[in-house]
């Protein structure tokens, strides 16, 4: 009995040594394949200009320095027909298209460029978070205007579920402003009164001022900061002077219009 009691002890110890020894080796592999994955991993982030530091276990990427922004966002610059400067290095412009028209002043042969900083749709703006101190939105306002009319390829055109595109709009712009800073909204309600639009705001807005021959233009001024009731549809926003006239995904129109004003 002790001979094979000996025996059975010989074969269990073989047993425990062979399988610590698949043990090891399966440890080996899977340290083997982490340590190829954090190869990879290393140059990839190489190649996205990040450098790794490794220290205490554990892998820690490092960006590179952080994008700067200038203070202001053009959310559908257009033409950048209200700037005084259309190169002013403290605004980012940009716009859904890039265009080039010379057939819209029959008068002369006169060019007109819709040429964004970047290209960027302001329903889902490509900035992070509270990053300006100031956003100017100017969206589109036509409906009626065919695609290719004159008032079309330069302010562009809503078209479709337009509630939910300038919705959609104003929350982006919102996100992308500072606390406490200011959005100047322009709006011209040839097609679509401006009580309609402020609804869509998360923010009620501050002031405003009407402008045009017709007064149908609007800048209005919003802060973002506690979100509180907007005027309602059928409580149009008689004590909020409402804003001039719009520019849409493309287009702006108020330095011309101003100086029409004073004529």
Same mark, same amino acid.
């Given at each position: 009995?002790?001979?094979?009691?000996a025996i059975r002890g010989a074969r269990a110890a073989a047993d425990i040594k062979e399988a610590a020894k698949t043990a $090891?080796?399966?440890?080996?592999?899977?340290?083997?394949?982490?340590?190829?994955?954090?190869?990879?991993?290393?140059?990839?982030?190489?190649?996205?200009?990040?450098?790794?530091?490794i220290g205490a276990g554990q892998d820690t990427a490092r960006r590179a320095p952080k994008k700067e922004y200038p203070p202001?966002?053009?959310?559908?610059?257009?033409?950048?027909?209200?700037?005084? &400067?259309?190169?002013?290095?403290?605004?980012?412009?940009?716009?859904?298209?890039?265009?080039?028209? +010379?057939?819209?002043?029959?008068?002369?042969?006169?060019?007109?460029?819709?040429?964004?900083?970047?290209?960027?749709?302001?329903?889902?703006?490509?900035?992070?978070?509270?990053?300006?101190?100031?956003?100017?939105?100017?969206?589109?306002?036509?409906?009626?205007? =065919?695609? &290719?009319?004159? +008032?079309?390829?330069?302010? =562009?055109?809503?078209?479709?579920?337009?509630?939910?595109?300038?919705?959609? =709009?104003? $929350?982006?712009?919102?996100?992308?402003l500072r606390s406490e800073g200011t959005l100047v909204f322009k709006w011209n309600e040839t097609d679509i009164p401006v009580?309609?639009?402020?609804?869509?705001?998360?923010?009620?807005?501050?002031?405003? %001022?009407?402008? =045009?021959?017709?007064?149908?233009? %609007?800048?209005?001024?919003?802060?973002?900061?506690?979100?509180?009731?907007?005027?309602?549809?059928?409580?149009?926003?008689?004590? +909020?002077?409402?804003?001039?006239? +719009?520019?849409?995904?493309?287009?702006?129109? $108020?330095?011309?219009?101003?100086?029409?004003?004073?004529?």
């Amino acid at each position: 009995m002790n001979t094979k009691s000996a025996i059975r002890g010989a074969r269990a110890a073989a047993d425990i040594k062979e399988a610590a020894k698949t043990a $090891a080796n399966s440890r080996s592999t899977q340290a083997s394949k982490q340590a190829s994955a954090h190869a990879a991993d290393v140059r990839c982030n190489m190649a996205n200009g990040k450098n790794m530091i490794i220290g205490a276990g554990q892998d820690t990427a490092r960006r590179a320095p952080k994008k700067e922004y200038p203070p202001v966002l053009d959310a559908c610059c257009g033409g950048r027909m209200m700037w005084y &400067n259309k190169n002013d290095k403290r605004a980012l412009c940009v716009d859904i298209r890039r265009e080039v028209y +010379t057939d819209l002043d029959k008068r002369s042969n006169t060019v007109f460029q819709i040429e964004p900083d970047e290209i960027a749709d302001f329903r889902s703006l490509p900035y992070p978070s509270n990053t300006f101190s100031l956003v100017v939105f100017d969206p589109p306002h036509c409906t009626r205007n =065919g695609k &290719n009319s004159r +008032t079309s390829k330069k302010y =562009g055109g809503l078209t479709g579920m337009w509630r939910e595109m300038l919705r959609a =709009g104003f $929350a982006e712009c919102f996100r992308v402003l500072r606390s406490e800073g200011t959005l100047v909204f322009k709006w011209n309600e040839t097609d679509i009164p401006v009580s309609e639009i402020l609804v869509l705001s998360q923010y009620a807005p501050l002031f405003g %001022h009407r402008s =045009g021959k017709q007064s149908k233009t %609007h800048w209005i001024c919003f802060m973002k900061g506690e979100e509180l009731p907007v005027p309602s549809e059928e409580s149009p926003a008689q004590n +909020t002077k409402e804003i001039c006239h +719009t520019a849409p995904n493309s287009g702006r129109d $108020a330095i011309p219009q101003l100086e029409l004003d004073l004529l």
